[in-house]
């Protein structure tokens, strides 16, 4: 998420440019409110700097990944998560469309349904439905359209969304609700965590199964 803290590693794939303009414009926005958190960039850049200007013949592949990895690295001391710095909000699980009995025969695999979750901050529903992929030949091959509207009361900002891998950061994709608390997003078929931030909150939707 944009206001979220940007860990080490993330520092050192923007310093070496692999981070996608998104994720390269979310570091920037982070560093102009951190700048001391510039240091490990420009120790790279010094380092890839010298390289370059080095004339003697090219080291050897392996040294180089070698160096690569120690910049790699974690420090010894782990950056914190973003989300050791927000008031986490878990939300429960109130209604799965799935769970009721089907109204007209038998429910085929890959069928849209509804999810509803509240918690004490906000109301969530969810909406899963499959986008038509002629290359799709298995369920874990599918794509899938999640549709949301959030009902956060004390939200004094856009809610942030991010769809995550389970008990990660990793994004699998990220959204920005509209003023009507309305987002849209698509994921492959899986299990995922869904964060919804505002301010210093974050509402965590845990373990949800798409497919």
């Not at 710095?85 to 209604?95: G, S």
């Not at 469309?97 to 849209?112: E, I, K, L, N, V």
């Amino acid at each position: 998420m944009s206001s979220g803290k940007v860990n080490y590693e993330q520092l050192i794939a923007y310093a070496a440019g692999e981070l996608s303009p998104e994720q390269a414009a979310r570091v920037q926005a982070y560093l102009a409110a951190n700048p001391e958190a510039a240091e490990p960039i420009a120790m790279y850049r010094h380092a890839q700097a010298a390289l370059q200007a080095d004339q003697s013949a090219a080291p050897p592949a392996e040294l180089v990944a070698k160096a690569k990895a120690i910049f790699a690295s974690s420090p010894s001391e782990p950056a914190a998560s973003w989300l050791d710095h927000l008031q986490q909000l878990i939300a429960d699980l109130v209604f799965d469309s799935r769970a009721q009995p089907a109204q007209a025969g038998y429910r085929g695999p890959a069928t849209t349904f509804q999810l509803s979750f509240e918690c004490d901050a906000a109301n969530i529903d969810l909406e899963a439905e499959p986008i038509t992929n002629a290359g799709a030949t298995t369920p874990d091959q599918m794509r899938w359209r999640i549709m949301g509207q959030v009902d956060w009361q004390e939200a004094s900002s856009p809610v942030q969304i991010a769809v995550v891998e389970p008990g990660t950061e990793n994004p699998v994709a990220e959204a920005i609700a509209d003023e009507h608390g309305m987002f849209d997003v698509q994921v492959p078929a899986g299990c995922f965590d869904v964060l919804l931030q505002v301010d210093d909150k974050v509402i965590v939707l845990r373990n949800i199964e798409i497919q």
